[in-house]
């Protein structure tokens, strides 16, 4: 007879930046558990998304529980039990997933990588100083016996883009973040003023978000005229194909800056000084990152300059 099939849980709920920054850990999971039925967990908003990756054969919801939804609890660990996984690896590490934990038996339920009090295959904790979240994720399953599997294939993460009908060289702008993190924002003023120096240049400008960086696009767009908008009008896996095309992303922390450094388009990346450049370096090899403790204080000439040297 054979044995049954392997059965693994990765947990990672997102944003989508979170998400991007463990592809290289989904990778090495895969790796070493070729055979396995492997499952993610995530938020709603990504299943689409986490759907077309390589590296799971199933996505399940994680609802939010929380401690005054017990009964959404109860589901949660019905799913999960119904799939009945024989090791999770969970990349989220906070109290809600320690909760779960317990719910699936604790020490003595499915062998898990994490932070759950107790578990089988700790993550190393404090992060060692100078290390991005990625380096951490690997430490993580280094502890858990699962070899770093390299860089991984995202030629997955791509989509036609010609109903666009984008010129055949520009610069794509991320003037906007999430609306609870606006000190991530460099303004968009600097930006049309970027974009207005980089369109000199001979360079088509293209303004990329979702519909909560309207404001700040606009804005960009109505000081920087001929700048593309595309706000709102894409896609994750079109946003993806502009980005690989795209001569240079210029834009702030935010989910798509990091996919584009995870598909080595050159990339430079606006900090500010709330924010750890290190921890939440850009996964990919073609990134500069400027920080400032104010992106106040953030320049267009120096944004230019990082320009000039990728």
Not at 14 to 42: S, V, Y
Not at 208 to 237: S, V, W, Y
Request: proline residues 9%.
């Amino acid at each position: 007879m054979t044995s049954a099939r392997e059965r693994i849980l990765v947990i990672r709920l997102g944003a989508l930046g979170d998400l991007i920054f463990c592809f290289r850990a989904f990778h090495a999971i895969r790796q070493a558990h070729p055979e396995a039925d492997i499952a993610l967990l995530t938020r709603a908003p990504f299943v689409s998304f986490a759907e077309k990756m390589p590296w799971f054969d199933r996505v399940f919801v994680d609802t939010h529980p929380t401690l005054r939804t017990p009964f959404s609890w109860l589901r949660l660990r019905r799913t999960i039990r119904t799939f009945a996984p024989d090791r999770i690896y969970d990349f989220q590490g906070k109290r809600r997933q320690s909760i779960l934990y317990m719910l699936l038996g604790g020490p003595w339920g499915p062998a898990w990588s994490g932070a759950a009090p107790a578990c089988r295959y700790p993550r190393p904790w404090p992060p060692a100083p100078g290390m991005s979240f990625q380096s951490f994720t690997m430490a993580q399953l280094r502890a858990a016996g699962v070899k770093d599997a390299g860089v991984p294939d995202v030629s997955w993460l791509d989509a036609p883009v010609d109903r666009f009908s984008l010129p055949s060289r520009y610069v794509v702008l991320l003037p906007g973040c999430s609306p609870q993190a606006l000190h991530k924002r460099w303004s968009a003023e600097k930006f049309a003023l970027l974009a207005r120096a980089l369109q000199k240049k001979g360079m088509a400008c293209v303004a990329l978000g979702t519909k909560d960086d309207a404001l700040p696009i606009e804005t960009l767009c109505a000081e920087a005229p001929g700048t593309i908008n595309l706000c709102g009008k894409t896609n994750l896996f079109e946003v993806a194909g502009i980005l690989r095309r795209a001569q240079c992303v210029i834009g702030n922390d935010t989910g798509p800056l990091h996919m584009a450094a995870a598909l080595c388009v050159p990339t430079v990346a606006l900090f500010s000084g709330r924010s750890n450049p290190v921890w939440s370096a850009p996964p990919g090899p073609k990134v500069l990152c400027l920080c400032r403790d104010s992106l106040e204080d953030l320049s267009v000439p120096d944004v230019l300059a990082a320009v000039g040297g990728l």
